[in-house]
Every structure is written in C-alpha cells, then in structure tokens.
C-alpha cells in the first residue's frame, strides 16, 4: 500500500464516519469509517518507514577528491 493508497483510505473513511448520516440493518457505516481510517494510518505510517528505509539503502556519497584518478591522468598546467 502506498501513500496515496493511505490517504484514500484516510478520505473515505472521514466520509463515512463524520458526512454519511444513512442508517442501515447489519452494518454500522460509522464503524466501517472508523476501521478505513484506523487502516489508512498504520498505512501511511509503514510506507513512510518503508521509504525511509529504503533511502537510507541508496544514498551513496561519492565527493570528487575521494575517487583516485584515472589512470594516465595529469592535471593541466595552472599557468594556462
């Protein structure tokens, strides 16, 4: 489930909980909110984890003094 996903979950279930005032035999549409908004969150909550996680894997810090140069390389004369 991605962010978006979450806060889809997040919207609907608001919708359901606080705008519907439609009362039905056998299901509680409050309730239904309340469990869509209670899954948007632990959602939201986990693919935010997740992406954190996975940035920490991919981010590389390479400077240009720490690469040795090539071989044959020789630096320009600073005069010209």
Not at 22 to 46: E, P, W, Y
């Amino acid at each position: 489930m991605g962010l978006g996903t979450s806060l889809l979950l997040i919207a609907i279930g608001a919708v359901l909980r606080f705008a519907v005032t439609v009362s039905t035999s056998g299901i509680n549409v409050h309730t239904v909110g309340v469990i869509l908004m209670i899954v948007g969150a632990v959602g939201f909550i986990i693919s935010l984890f997740w992406m954190a996680m996975a940035s920490d894997r991919r981010t590389v810090v390479t400077r240009e003094r720490d690469v040795p140069p090539a071989p044959g390389y020789r630096e320009a004369d600073p005069r010209y």
